[in-house]
């Protein structure tokens, strides 16, 4: 932290150059033994310009995880819409659609393959910008509240900080994805009502103006934000633990491959969990954006409370499962691919007694 301080007081030229560093004798630096860091090849301020490298918490560092939440959560929704196109089914209609083999079989034979891809427009689209959302706004609200409670606080209770990370990059996130949600469950589940995005979010908005699109906003936030929090902070503590426990080595000895195969891992458990949590909330969204002007007290009284729990849980774990181990395997590999780090499970550094082995390097990776 202290030399990223340093870089952002300094022109590029004088970190990038080892002619101007020396020139402007900067970033001299002295080893144990009285020799220079320079003939080590050691400075004090690291060449942030180093080809295929980004410099953490920079505008560059915020924008690769925004793209890699776009990537993430764009592709992994659009992959399992054939599993959404079930699941809104059975829990609008578990008279019809009862099991969820029958369910698949049901929806090919009435509408074919084209009918279990019904709403991919606005999954897309909607996921993308929530994806964008959800991970850029989750890597800086981690790095602004570890910062607000500063040391030692930032690190001991740094799952807190995780679970305010997450909420409060999920609340931004709905507002984007809630209009396209709206769509999607109502094309979904409504045959014949519209062919995708474009007719369907027109149609939506002539019957119901532009605010009927917003009419499950407290709902989905009662679904996503929980999710999110649960998604974020079990994925982190989760990997905490494999690096600690199942990993045979400290994750900067590993190799690229199984440190993204412990993301996949951890975030395919966290997933599990994910949907349990959120499955309430799932269950009354669906309800909300199939009945035109139906309000929560009346979803309730309709579902009821044990079909609330549990109405299409089993398909929605399996789901969310697969779709959250490869989310967090999509955003980290992306991330290793333009020169980040994975996500998560950094070892602490060990320093003498006075610290306990605490990491105080304000490392949050």
């Known amino acids: 932290m202290a030399s990223d301080r340093k870089k952002i007081l300094l022109p590029d030229f004088l970190y990038t150059s080892p002619r101007a560093v020396t020139a402007l004798n900067i970033s001299s630096c002295w080893d144990g ?6 003939g080590n090849k050691k400075f004090m301020i690291p060449a942030a310009n180093e080809p295929g490298k980004i410099p953490m918490y920079s505008a560059e560092f915020y924008a690769a995880c925004t793209a890699g939440g776009i990537l993430s959560c764009g592709i992994t929704h659009t992959l399992v819409t054939p599993m959404d196109v079930v699941k809104c089914n059975m829990q609008i209609d578990p008279g019809k659609y009862k099991s969820i083999g029958g369910s698949f079989k049901m929806i090919w034979a009435e509408q ?3 009918g279990l891809y019904k709403g991919w427009g606005p999954t897309v689209v909607g996921y993308s910008l929530q994806g964008a959302c959800k991970f850029g706004l989750y890597e800086f609200f981690k ?10 606080f930032g690190t001991d ?8 990370g997450s909420a409060s990059a999920e609340f931004v996130a709905d507002i984007a994805l809630c209009p396209f949600e709206a769509v999607k469950v109502r094309v979904q589940t409504k045959p014949g009502y519209a062919k995708g995005l474009t007719d369907g979010m027109s149609k939506f908005i002539a019957a119901e103006g532009f605010g009927g699109l917003y009419a499950g906003i ?4 009662g679904r996503q934000i929980p999710y999110t929090m649960t998604k974020f902070s079990i994925f982190e503590k989760t990997v905490e633990a494999l690096y600690a426990s199942v990993v045979p080595k400290p994750k900067e000895q ?11 891992a951890a975030g395919y458990i966290a997933g599990i969990l994910c949907a349990i949590v959120s499955h309430p909330a799932d269950n009354l969204v669906s309800y ?5 002007g139906a309000r929560i007290a009346q979803a309730i009284s309709d579902l009821g409370i044990v079909a609330l729990f549990t109405r299409g849980l089993p398909l929605r774990i399996v789901m969310i499962g697969t779709l959250t181990g490869a989310q967090w395997g ?4 992306f991330k290793v691919f333009v020169g980040l780090p994975t996500t998560g499970g950094a070892t602490p550094a060990h320093g003498g007694s006075g610290d306990h082995g605490r990491n105080t390097s304000k490392k949050h990776y």
């Open 288 to 292: 909300l954006n199939n009945k035109k």
């Open 143 to 152: 790095k602004f509240y570890s910062d607000l409670a500063g040391e030692p």
């Open 254 to 264: 590993c190799s690229k491959s199984t440190q993204l195969g412990v993301s996949f």
């Open 112 to 114: 074919g393959a084209k």
């Open 33 to 38: 033994g009285g020799s220079s860091a320079m």
């Open 218 to 221: 407290v709902p989905l936030w």
């Open 157 to 164: 209770y740094k799952t807190l900080v995780y679970l305010a």
């Open 330 to 333: 999509i955003y980290d590999a």
